[in-house]
Antibody, heavy 122, light 108 residues
Framework: EVQLLESGGGLVHPGGSLRLSCAASEFMFNNYAMTWVRQGPGKGLEWVSTISESGERTSHADSVKGRFTISRDNPRNTLYLQMNGLRAEDTAIYYC???????????????WGQGILVSVSA | DIQMTQSPSTLSASVGDRVAITCRASQSINGWLAWYQQKPGKAPKLLIYKVSALASGVPSRFSGSGSETEFTLTISSLQPDDFATYYCQEYNSDSQVTFGQGTKVEIK
């Protein structure tokens, strides 16, 4: 069974940084684009970033562009989200998710991690 | 950017009811429309993609329809396990996706 396990969340002050990780297992990680989606407290889903299978192509939401960077380490089967310049409005549960079909980029997501909480507060 | 608007925001229904949730896009999305189910404290679950294709393991009581800018998720006979929040998602652009704001299906 495909598994995605996020880590690295926590409480950070405004302006601070965090790096989220997502450890993937039980599928060919380097065949699939990967995505981060977040959900603020009591709010809906918000797409954050997507990275291609090789890591050569990335895309970020306007709300995080210039502050967040998605990356991946294929030999380690791990996805990352480097978050700099954090703001209160970045407070959310962050999910990593796998592209449904190998070779697609930012389409539909068939496996999700359990989510990790990031809280930005003074 | 494409905007996705779901209606209603909340839907009260009983077990056995037929329910429908609507999702409207601000422009044509060429059929690139998916639906997810999310229960409290859990990650979203993919239900439907490409307007009407059922994801693996999804019961046949779920169905999707629509075209251009208007889409519908229908549950033919609501089951106790179906009380949850549902999100539509467009993936027309090759660089980003957009979710609707969600529709909560609650017990009447």
């Amino acid at each position: 069974e495909v598994q995605l396990l996020e880590s690295g969340g926590g409480l950070v002050h405004p302006g601070g940084s965090l790096r989220l990780s997502c450890a993937a297992s039980e599928f060919m990680f380097n065949n699939y684009a990967m995505t981060w989606v977040r959900q603020g407290p009591g709010k809906g889903l918000e797409w954050v970033s997507t990275i291609s299978e090789s890591g050569e192509r990335t895309s970020h939401a306007d709300s995080v562009k210039g502050r967040f960077t998605i990356s991946r380490d294929n030999p380690r089967n791990t996805l990352y989200l480097q978050m700099n310049g954090l703001r209160a409005e970045d407070t959310a549960i962050y999910y990593c998710a796998r592209e449904q079909f190998a070779g697609n980029f930012g389409d539909t997501f068939d496996y999700w991690g359990q989510g990790i909480l990031v809280s930005v507060s003074a | 950017d494409i905007q996705m608007t779901q209606s209603p925001s909340t839907l009260s229904a009983s077990v056995g009811d037929r329910v429908a949730i609507t999702c409207r896009a601000s422009q044509s999305i060429n059929g690139w429309l998916a639906w997810y189910q999310q229960k409290p404290g859990k990650a979203p679950k993919l239900l439907i993609y490409k307007v009407s294709a059922l994801a693996s393991g999804v019961p046949s009581r779920f169905s999707g329809s629509g075209s251009e800018t208007e889409f519908t998720l229908t549950i033919s006979s609501l089951q106790p396990d179906d009380f949850a929040t549902y999100y539509c998602q467009e993936y027309n652009s090759d660089s980003q996706v957009t979710f609707g704001q969600g529709t909560k299906v609650e017990i009447k």
